[in-house]
Structures are given as structure tokens and as C-alpha cells.
């Protein structure tokens, strides 16, 4: 059963607002997020995207990538396999979107399991050039692409946001709450070169 309680929690409450001198990158916790895993069923990919697209707006993605409408996402991590994430949406997105798939799609309620960090600034990806074993390079990896992959012997799932307001590129991660300690960690130490900023916890 999943774990409610925590998904309005913060995975790592005990960090103050601690910066680095020299900010090239900042990190923030995304919380109250709904998180749930959706994977179509045999022979119903589909009739599912039909009924996300009917309800969402959306195309589901059939490669590494990520799709947005208002405040809810669908991130292609396998053959029609998706992460669903709904800003403030908490465990009951994952009921509304079992609700809608039923019986198109499994879907298993992620809201306590994951953790989403937001990182950019000017040096993030020499940063995390430390750890993902992948191009980031922005000819390689635009604004839309995804990647699951791991980052210093820990899994996890990148996307590419927009750029920020002042032109550097700013990224999602998502990880097992679990190892979120062990990723806070990795990401200090191969930020402390250029300076980095914590900036705490947002809803956005």
C-alpha cells in the first residue's frame, strides 16, 4: 500500500537553506506532488492513448520524452510505460488516473516512492555530467527529452524543462525517495566547484 503520508512531505527536511559561494547551480525540491506509474495493458496501447488523448489533450509519448498539459505530465520511461505526475495533485491523482484508464492501463500510486528535484544554472551540466552516464549536450538532449537512466549508481529519470529566465538550462529528476539522501550528497560534492544554492521546497 502506498505510503500517503508522505507525498506532502519534504524527502529531505533536515537541510537548511545551505549555498556553496559561486552559484553556478541551483537545486529545489518539487513536493505535494501526484505520482503514479501507468503501463498499458496487452493490446490496449491504443485505446489508451485514445482515452489520454480524449482527456488530456495530449499525445502520449512513445520515446523518451515528456508532455505536458496544465499542471499534469506523462513521461515516456519504456515500451508503453509512463511516468504521470500532476503538480499539488498528491495520492489521489493516481485514483482519478486509475479511475481513467480502468481497464486500458495498469497504475500504481508513486506519490511517497519519488522524489522530483528541479536543478539548474549556468554550470548544471558540467555537474551532472559527473554522474549521468548520458549527453546532455543541448544539440543532443532539447527542452522535451527524457532519459531513464542512473546518476552515481542510483536510478533515475531526467527531463529537460524550458531554459530559465536567464538562458540556462534547468532539468527534472526523478528518484526513489529512499536515495534521495545518497543523491543530495552526489550533487554537492559535484557542485561545490561552482557554487550551488538550495533552494529549498516548491509546489510549482
Known sequence: MADTALSGLSALPHIGMQTQPGGGVTITERYGLGIATMQARQGQDV???????????LELPGRPAIVRTGSVSFTGIGPHHWLAVSAGGGHLF?????ALVTPLASVSDQSGGYVV????GRAIRDTLAKGFPI??????????DAATTIVSHIGATIW??????????CFEIALFRSLSQSFWEWF??????FGYQWQGTTQQ
Not at 531554459?163 to 538550462?169: K, L, P
Open 94 to 98: 493516481s485514483s482519478s488516473l486509475r
Open 117 to 120: 528535484f528541479r536543478v539548474g
Open 160 to 169: 529537460r524543462c524550458d531554459d530559465g529566465a536567464d538562458g540556462s538550462a
Open 135 to 144: 549527453d546532455l549536450d543541448p544539440r543532443a538532449f532539447k527542452p522535451g
Open 47 to 57: 485505446s489508451l492513448r485514445e482515452r489520454i488523448r480524449q482527456h488530456f489533450l
Open 188 to 193: 554537492v560534492s559535484s557542485a561545490a566547484e
